[in-house]
Nanobody, 119 residues
Framework: QVQLVESGGGLVQPGGSLRLSCAAS????????MGWYRQAPGKQRELVAT???????NYVDSVKGRVTISRDNAKNTVYLQMNSLRPEDTAVYYC?????????????WGQGTQVTVSS
């Protein structure tokens, strides 16, 4: 069974930091691209950051310079370090695993972890 389990969310003040973790099991982790998405109330889910199996990263413009995605293949874990957090970062953050090397693509989602940025 494939499982993506997020952790590290919580309540933080504006300007604060959080590190989210996503532990994966049931997949060949090292060949998957990993990503973090978020969904705020009343809004559609949006990409935050991705990291390929080769380590290339991409970020949504709104978080560039404040957020870093990384992965530890030995631990089957992807991280999202978030600094200088803003209230508009408040959302449920979801971990994503994506393998496009063969059809059909394999795509998996975690259950999400709540991040609330508020004073």
């Amino acid at each position: 069974q494939v499982q993506l389990v997020e952790s590290g969310g919580g309540l933080v003040q504006p300007g604060g930091s959080l590190r989210l973790s996503c532990a994966a099991s049931g997949i060949i982790f090292k060949i998957f691209s990993m990503g973090w998405y978020r969904q705020a109330p009343g809004k559609q889910r949006e990409l935050v950051a991705t990291i390929t199996s080769g380590g290339s990263t991409n970020y949504v413009d709104s978080v560039k310079g404040r957020v870093t995605i990384s992965r530890d293949n030995a631990k089957n874990t992807v991280y999202l370090q978030m600094n200088s957090l803003r209230p508009e970062d408040t959302a449920v953050y979801y971990c994503n695993a994506d393998y496009t090397g063969i059809f059909p693509n394999r795509v998996y989602w975690g259950q999400g972890t709540q991040v609330t940025v508020s004073s």
